[in-house]
Structures are given as C-alpha cells and as structure tokens.
C-alpha cells in the first residue's frame, strides 16, 4: 500500500468530472453544462479517506493539446504521473470518449473508467456489455450516474485498487502495418524503457513528434530508419502519420463499440426537438434576445424589487436602524458612534445588502442558463455576429458567465485556442454588466427613471454593442489583426438540471457578496464616513461639515475631471473611484455620504440625463480590483493589463461625454466645447470603425 | 470536377467522409473529434445567419464553421 495515493480524473469536456469531483470529496466548486467550465486543475481528499487525493483536470478531447485548459490537463498527466486515472466519460457519447481512453491507457498509468449518466443509458433503453469491454481494454469500468450520486463508492474503491496494483500494458492494437511500424520503432529506440510506457513513445515517435524525439535523444541513424518505416506506412495507407493513428484509433473503438454496445433505435431526442425551436432559423435570434430581456428584467424590476424595497425600507429603514439608534443611545453610547454605526456602516453595509435578494434571483437565472446546454447554442448562434467583430462565438460564454462575475467570466477565456481571440475577449468581458453593477443599475433605475423596465436590459444590450464595436476597432490595430481563429465546438444533450445544483450556485455567489459586505465593503463605508467628516477648518483638523470634509476636497479634484460628463460634483466622483474597489461601493458610498435617504436625495441633485451617463460610465470603466487582478492573471503581462484597463476607461469617459453632450444638445442646453468635443469624439469614432483593416476579416 | 466537400452538404443529408484537408493544429482537432476517414456524418443545420453549421457525428452533435467544413473532403 502506498501512503498516499493520487487519483486524477480525467475526461471530454462537460462529462461530468467536476460534478463526481463535489461528490468524491465533499467540496463545492461550480458545475455547469458547456465544455470547459473547468480551466484548472483542482485538487481534494477523498471524503471519509484522507490518504487518497483527488485531482480534478479540465476536461480534454485528446492528448495533443490545444488549448490553455488542454496543456493543464496533459502536463499533469504526463509530468506528474498520478498512481491512477479515473477516466470519467459521458454514456451517451461513447464513441467520442471512448477516443481519449485510447490515449490515457497508453501512458502506463492504471486507468479506470467511471461511465457517467449510466440512468439515462438505461432510459434511453442502450445496453453496454461491461465485463466484455473490460477484458479488451484491460481496465475496470463503473457504472456511475454523478447526477443521482450512484455508483460512486465502486467508482472510488475501483480507482483506489487499480492504483495499488500493477502498471497497466495497453492492449489495444491497431491495424498490421501500423502495428508493424510500431514494433519496430519499439525495438530500434524504445527497448530500455519501461514496458508499459513504450507504446506511448512509439506512437509519439510514429507521429513525428519531435519534441518526444528530442526528449529521448536518439542518434541520426536510428531516427532515419524509424523514418523509412512511417514513410513505408504512410505510402501503403496513402495518408499521414498523424490522420493514420487518429483513423485507427477511431476503428478500434468502433471495432469494440459493434461487439460490445446496442443502441436502442428510436425517433429524434429531446435536445433535437428544444433545438428546432431554439437554434431555429427565424426563431433563434430573438428567443436569445428575449431570454436576456427576461433575466434581467425580472431580477432587476419585477420581483428583486419588490424584495429589494422590502429589505431597504423596511427591514433596514424601518426596522434595524431606528432600533439600533434608540438601543443604542439609551445604552450610554457616544452621539458620534451611533452616527458612525447608523450612518456609516448601516448606511453603507445596509445600502448594498438591499440589493442581495436581485443579485440572488440572476444567480438563479445564470445558474439554469449554465447547467441546461443552452450556453453552447449561443455560441452557434452568435458565432456570425461576433466573427463580424473579430471574435469568436467562444467568446460569447465568459461575456455571460462575466454577467454574473466578472473574475470567472476572464477565466472562461481559456477554453478560446487563439491567443489574440483570448486576449480580445479579456479585454471586452468587463464591459458586460456584472452582478455587482446590478445594484447600481437597480438604484438609478429605481431613484431616477422611477424603476423603467428598460433600464436594466439596455445595460446588457449597451455592454453587447460596446464590445461589438470594440472588436471592430481593435481588429483593425496591428495588434489584433488576423484571420478569425476556427470554431469546432461541441453541442451537449439539454439537461434539466437538478435544483440542489442550482440553488448551490445562486447561493455560493450571493454568499461571496455577502462576506464582501462584511469585510471590504464595511471598511471602505467607515474609511468613506470618516473622511466624509473630518477636515481641516481654519487651519486646525477635527470633526467639519460634509462639504468642508476631506472627502469633499478630494473628490472635487476628481469632479473636474467628471465635469464633461455631466456629474461633475464630489460625491458622484467619489463614489466612482471608490467603485474600483468593488461596484457595490458606489451604491454604499452614496448610502454614508447621502444618509438613509439616498434615493430622494439623488433626484434632487441629478439630472436624469446625468445620471445615465454616470450609470454609462461606471458599467463601462475599469473593472472592480479582483476583476484586474484577473485580467492580470489571464494576460500574464502587466503591459496588456494597463492597456486593457486604460482602453475601457477611454471607452467609458467617450461614451458617457457622448451621451451627456449630445442629450444636452437635444435637449437645447448645448454647453459650445463640451459639443465640440463630442463631434470630434464622433468623428474619430467613425473613423476608426471605418477606416480599412490592415487585412480584411474574411465574412 | 472539383471534389465535393462537406461545406456543400445541405442539411438533412448523410455522407461519409474522405479525408481532412489543411494543416496544423485545426486539421488534428477536426479529427480528433471523431471526423476521419469512411465515418458518416450528418448535415443537422446552419445557423440562424448562415454559419457554423451543426452535425452529428459518433452520435454527438457538434458544431463548425463553413470555412473549416471546407477542408472536409467527402469519399468519392
């Protein structure tokens, strides 16, 4: 027995890993149903057996990596090598899995296969003969349903076994000439090594891979007659290496699929019959549209209000506040405490925590999207659009994940294989409306355009159009330009997904928001309120008025600056920068500096117009610290970090100055420079827009 | 005559597949998933604006642009 065994599960994409990962070890990470929610490796102990370690890899389609998430997976497997590899792999597409199998048995590490969705195998009325594939491909295999949790205690013990007994030999085997070409590439180059691992170089070696070559450092006159026999085998098959093992791999498994596996013949699925309606010609593209209307709609303006109102007002107005003052008070407590604890903190903390009960309805929303398959449609369907702005339809799953948070949002990029494609995206995402702009989209909307139920669905449809103008900009700069990178992505059955799944997601993020209030957003609420109080007057520092306050002088500063836009006064400037800490602050800043009620008080000191190219501005700048640190993470370069954070900055200050100048235009207050200005930014805009790429997109 | 390719299949229609033009890094994930040589494959879709298109091959759908279907020769 060894002291510590590692279990690595291994699989396609969006088979299930990540949902057998939660079960074996107990913890909580996010699931979903596109290919690729996992882009990094995550590791745990096997619940109830702390001497198993459970590896979690991204999901990969082969071991010739592609993309960022693939490398992870393959280095891993073949740096690291884990005592065992738990292949999970999808019933109903075993044809396709059964491909990266082929592969993992070859690196001489004991596999074991978990057959995931074994009950809608049996739904489906489809038999496999388990103990008949099991002999061919040498491994055990356990029936598993990760969704109904069954099967997964012989899953784990199956692996645990397989990893204290011997190395696996594979025991597929290919057509003659190809396996003649292997054996003697084994001979001539590979007789030292271990027996189990020799077929993996082989093959490498067969497919030219020349990094493997140079690895095992073989001399020249070994490599030129390792040559003569692919050339051999490459002329009798008339094909290349690569396609020949590819090609053998496939009719191996369909060699062993014909003996082992009936498929019960039956009329079009479920998800056939969804997608007649959903990815319909005509129909497509405004249920994509509606679907987002609704989302946002009903958690910014139907029911999150109603609840939302209900905590602000109520619980937090009616309720807590005036207790706490008067329990306060009555308890001997200083008169500036109480300000500090009802103003400061209540005010703040208690501004952002009204808006949990939306937050948490979108979570709901974005949690279905996620786990039902309809992310993927989007990508087929958007895929046109965004190739017109230079990005792929890839890039459309973290723009939506990012309207839920902007961090995971960056991470999903991975799953994009270009380089530039990714970095586009990146750079594009934070312009969607996240979660934590939800509140402040809900109190402009609520405060200034008495809760329109347009406001909050334009903020998304604003984000989409800035980053599809985005794309055509910076396509045409040298950085990006380029043919569009391909898209071959997999569309996965529709699955009703389970409700503990979804109510585990909603509340996971609401409750990230919710610590947040408790930590960040109560320190920059008692910093804001302190400031907001205490200044120098005459010469001497101590407790001021509001606007002789050094929160005041410093974000008068920063109002000059603002003035263009049409908010040019402290508090909005304030709020702003302070917003960069984490979005929700913007709503707790105007909570401390505009007490208890804000709202009110927010009408009598803007203009709608106003306040909609404040709104602009903020759902378009720089993104909240966590949200760079990530962009950071993903560029890994801090010179595309400063570019991609000052490139949105410039779009929100553009776009908001465009909105303010031209609406005072219309509106027949026409400011003369501030016009010019924005007829200039006008013309610039069109002409970047217009002006020829360096290389044309190909539509 | 120039070779049919899986591009010029309207959907609705089977085919098997001859061979997987082009180069590199795209022509290997093409195949990788499962479009190879004598497999047959089905034209499900296009898309709402006239690419990609969907496809079920080995039983899955998936789905590609038509400029990649275009290195898909069909077997003659």
């Known amino acids: 027995m060894k002291n510590i065994i590692k279990i690595a599960l291994a699989g396609n994409p969006n088979s299930g890993k990540t949902t057998l990962f939660n079960i074996l070890t107990g913890s909580n990470q996010s699931v979903g149903n596109w290919p690729g929610v996992t882009v990094e490796k995550k590791e745990g102990m096997l619940k109830g057996n702390k001497g198993v370690i459970i590896t979690d890899l991204p999901g990969i389609y082969s071991l010739s990596p592609y993309s960022l998430e693939e490398v992870v997976a393959r ?112 001979e001539a180059a590979l007789h030292d090594m271990p027996l189990e691992r020799q077929r993996w170089y082989a093959i490498k070696l067969f497919e030219r891979d020349t990094r493997v070559s140079d690895l095992l450092n073989i001399p020249r006159d070994k490599l030129s007659h390792i040559e003569s026999d692919i050339s051999r085998c490459e002329k009798e098959l008339d094909d290349d290496a690569e396609s020949i093992i590819i090609n053998e791999r496939y009719s191996y498994i369909e060699s062993l699929l014909e003996k082992y596996y009936i498929k019960a013949k039956k009329g079009p699925s479920i998800s056939e019959k969804i997608d007649r309606v959903v990815t319909n010609r005509f129909l497509a593209l405004p249920i994509f549209a509606l679907v987002m209307f609704i989302v946002y709609y009903v958690s910014v303006t139907t029911v999150g209000t109603l609840l939302t109102d209900f905590t602000s007002e109520t619980v937090f107005g009616e309720w807590i506040s005036p207790f706490l ?127 329109a139920w347009w406001l909050a669905p334009s903020a998304y449809f604003l984000g989409l159009l800035i980053v599809g103008i985005s794309g055509i900009i910076l396509k045409k700069t040298k950085m990006f330009e380029g043919e569009p990178a391909a898209f071959v992505l997999e569309l996965p059955d529709y699955r009703l997904p389970s409700v503990s799944n979804i109510l585990r997601s909603m509340w996971e993020r609401s409750f990230s928001f919710i610590k947040k209030a408790g930590s960040v ?90 306040a909609f190219s404040f709104l602009v501005f903020n759902l378009l700048c720089a993104p909240c610290v966590a949200a760079i640190g990530a962009t950071r993470r993903e560029m890994s370069d801090w010179k595309w970090t400063l570019f991609a954070v000052s490139y949105q900055t410039a ?49 | 005559m120039k070779t049919l390719t899986l591009k010029d299949i309207s959907p609705g229609q089977t085919v098997k597949i001859g061979k997987v033009t082009g180069e590199g890094a795209i022509r290997r994930r093409i195949m990788d998933m499962g479009i190879t040589k004598g497999v047959s494959v089905t034209v499900r879709k296009t898309a709402p604006l006239g690419d990609p298109i969907e496809i079920t091959v080995r039983g899955y759908e998936l789905s590609l642009r038509k400029a990649d279907a275009e290195m898909i020769l069909l077997e003659s």
């Not at chain 1, 049409?566 to 105007?590: P, Q, R, Y």
């Not at chain 1, 007490?595 to 000191?605: Q, V």
């Open chain 1, 521 to 610: 957003i109560l320190i920059a609420s008692v910093g804001i309120w302190f400031l907001s109080q205490f200044g120098f007057e005459k010469g001497t520092f101590g407790l001021v008025s509001m606007e002789d306050s050094l929160l005041a002088s410093l974000g008068g500063g920063l109002a000059k600056v603002f003035a263009p836009l049409g908010w040019g006064d402290w508090k909005a400037s304030v709020a702003t920068l302070n917003g960069l800490v984490a979005k929700e602050n913007i709503v707790s800043t105007f909570g401390v500096l505009y007490g208890e009620d804000y709202k009110t008080a927010l009408i009598a000191a803007y203009t709608p117009l106003s």
């Open chain 1, 75 to 186: 280095n891993y497997l073949v740096n690291e090598r884990p005592d065992a590899i738990l292949n999970v792999i999808d019933g109903t597409s075993l044809e396709r899995s059964l491909y990266l199998t082929t592969q993992l048995v070859e690196l001489g590490i004991p596999v074991v296969i978990a057959v995931n969705m074994s009950d809608v195998i049996k739904k489906n009325g489809d038999t496999i003969d388990i103990p008949g594939l099991e002999s061919e491909l040498g491994v055990k295999i356990a029936e598993i349903s990760a969704l109904k949790e069954t099967g997964i205690e012989d899953a784990a013990e199956k692996a645990i076994s397989a990893a204290n007994g011997k190395n696996s030999i594979p025991r597929h085997s290919f057509r003659g000439s190809v396996e003649h070409a292997l054996a003697h590439i084994e």
């Open chain 1, 325 to 451: 003052e008067k329990s306060l008070t009555s308890a001997g407590v200083s008169n500036f405490l109480v300000l500090l604890i009802v103003d400061g903190i209540i005010g703040g903390v208690g501004a952002v925590l009204s808006f949990v009960p939306q937050m948490m309805i979108l979570f709901m929303f974005l949690a279905f999207l996620e786990s039902c398959g309809y992310m993927s449609r989007i990508a087929f369907i958007m895929d046109r659009i965004f190739r017109r702005f230079g990005l792929s339809g890839k890039s459309f799953i973290p723009m939506l994940v990012g309207t839920g948070c902007t961090v995971p949002g960056i991470m999903a990029t991975r799953t994009i294989e270009n380089l530039r494609d990714r970095r586009m995206t990146i750079m594009t995402t934070p312009f969607m409306p996240c979660g934590a702009k939800l509140p402040v989209i809900a109190l402009i909307a609520g405060a200034m355009f008495g809760g």
């Open chain 1, 651 to 699: 779009i929100a200050y553009s776009v908001s100055l465009l909105v303010y100048q031209y609406g005072m235009f219309f509106a027949g207050e026409t400011n003369k420079y501030g016009f010019i200005a924005a007829v200039v930014l006008s013309v610039i805009f069109l002409y970047m827009l217009l002006r020829p790429g360096k290389r044309k997109v190909v539509l």
